[in-house]
């Protein structure tokens, strides 16, 4: 899947579990779109991930950009140091944690 055309909304750190811990059984790379819960009750939030490595396998940590794909529910929420788990369905297979909010109407307001 092509990178989408505008700047990335976040750059998170991300923490696949291992298969043993009961995540992914395959690597990710770049174009995953998995789901992501960024706290809202009810609501999850789907993102295009690119990595900075050409995969990422289970137990293993990558730097991620992320696109969100409805950025609208997530306006003046996040910060760096921000946590959300990464899902495939009820599934959970990562953690994350942003380092950087590009899309800066999605910041925490001072």
């Not at 990178?3 to 059984?25: F, H, M």
């Not at 690119?50 to 306006?75: F, I, N, R």
Request: charged share 20%.
């Amino acid at each position: 899947m092509a990178r989408p055309p505008q700047p990335p909304d976040i750059e998170a750190e991300i923490t696949y579990l291992s298969s043993e811990a009961g995540g992914k059984k395959n690597c990710v790379r770049s174009g995953y779109r998995p789901t992501h819960d960024f706290g809202v009750e009810g609501m999850f939030n789907d993102a295009h991930h690119e990595y900075e490595v050409e995969s990422v396998a289970p137990g293993e940590t990558a730097m991620a950009q992320l696109w969100l794909l409805a950025p609208e529910y997530q306006v003046g929420r996040l910060f760096p140091g921000f946590r959300f788990t990464v899902l495939e369905g009820s599934h959970l297979v990562a953690h994350g944690v942003i380092v950087n909010v590009i899309n800066q109407s999605l910041a925490v307001r001072a």
